[in-house]
């Protein structure tokens, strides 16, 4: 994954064009460091897989 790919994914996690997206192991670090300069960033939810892929999933509220 390109480092410029990663707002496009978020925003399209946000408006619903996209309703998961797995980030790999690889590229899991690079992913956050992006999300997380997000406001809304609690509202990304990963779930993690075996072998360490994540599946990231928008969901506004689900920490509350």
Same mark, same amino acid.
């Given at each position: 994954m390109e480092r410029q790919e990663? !707002?496009?994914v978020i925003e399209d996690l946000r408006n619903g064009s996209r309703v998961s997206y797995q980030v790999s192991r690889e590229d899991f670090m690079s $992913?956050?460091?992006e999300l997380?300069?997000?406001e809304d960033f609690?509202? $990304?939810r990963g779930n993690a897989q075996v #072998? #360490?892929?994540v599946i990231f999933t928008?969901? !506004?509220g689900w920490t509350k």
């Open positions: 990663i !707002p496009d $992913f956050r460091s997380i300069k997000c609690q509202s $990304f #072998g #360490g892929s928008y969901e !506004p």
